[in-house]
Nanobody
Framework: VQLQASGGGLVQAGGSLTLSCTASIRTINFYGLAWFRQAPGKEREFVASITSRSGTTYYADSVKGRFTVSRDNAKSTVYLQMNSLKSEDTAVYYC???????????????????WGQGTLVTVSS
């Protein structure tokens, strides 16, 4: 499975941006999908995820109420709508896919089998 993330860019604080991540397979509906981010000098951290069956969503506390994760299985794509962006949201954003073969929390990077290449989001204050 290959994941291609896009949509990053430069935006002013308070602005909005939507990231997309498209998978190379049609059966992405069997995968949990997530977004992580990594700021310079920091570890990769969980942002949001959406499960494969029920579409249950999970968010990091830092983005709750501002970010929305969604998926379109027909397009093999997961989205991250980001509103009210802050300078601390500046990071490389990665999408990830979980086939369910690894147990663990959706918040942990180890659970995910496949990763996209990342897309840079820069929020200017």
């Amino acid at each position: 499975v290959q994941l291609q993330a896009s949509g990053g860019g430069l935006v002013q604080a308070g602005g909005s941006l939507t990231l997309s991540c498209t998978a190379s397979i049609r059966t992405i509906n069997f995968y949990g999908l997530a977004w992580f981010r990594q700021a310079p000098g920091k570890e990769r951290e969980f942002v949001a995820s959406i499960t494969s069956r029920s579409g249950t969503t999970y968010y990091a506390d830092s983005v709750k109420g501002r970010f929305t994760v969604s998926r379109d299985n027909a397009k093999s794509t997961v989205y991250l709508q980001m509103n009210s962006l802050k300078s601390e949201d500046t990071a490389v954003y990665y999408c990830a896919a979980d086939r369910g073969s690894v147990s663990g929390s959706v918040y942990d990077t180890d659970k995910y089998d496949h990763w996209g290449q990342g897309t840079l989001v820069t929020v200017s204050s």
